[in-house]
């Protein structure tokens, strides 16, 4: 199967920017969807974005027009950059992928998922 592992979180002020990257290991198949969710304390886990394999895109409303989902299929690493940043953006930010070529936010639809990288916005 497929191992997932994030970096690039941390604490970043009100109006900064982050990237987080996944880089995805362990297998020669390789998810053809992959996606960050985020979690907050209280919070149901939550898609955020998510691309296809050919480059077809989605975000959730909250945070279109601010993050950019891309990844390198020759590096097999996902990547997240987060602009105007805002405080409700605090979360635990999870990479996850799929198998199937069709993007979805059902959470059991995804077939490998990393341990997470927290990202903390000050106000």
């Known amino acids: 199967q497929v191992q997932l592992v994030e970096s690039g979180g941390g604490l970043v002020q009100a109006g900064g920017s982050l990237r987080l990257s996944c880089a995805a290991s362990?297998?020669?198949?390789?998810?053809?969807?992959m996606a960050w969710y985020r979690q907050a304390p209280g919070k149901e886990r939550a898609l955020v974005a998510a691309?296809?394999?050919?480059?077809?895109?989605y975000y959730a409303d909250s945070v279109k027009g601010r993050f950019t989902i891309s990844r390198d299929n020759a590096k097999n690493t996902l990547y997240l950059q987060m602009n105007s940043l805002k405080p409700e953006d605090t979360a635990m930010y999870v990479c996850?992928?799929?198998?199937?070529?069709?993007?979805?936010?059902?959470?059991?639809?995804?077939?490998?998922w990393g341990q997470g990288t927290q990202v903390t916005v000050s106000s």
């Open positions: 362990g297998s020669i198949e390789r998810p053809n969807v």
């Open positions: 996850a992928g799929r198998r199937g070529a069709t993007i979805l936010p059902t959470i059991r639809r995804y077939d490998y």
């Open positions: 691309i296809v394999s050919g480059g077809t895109t």
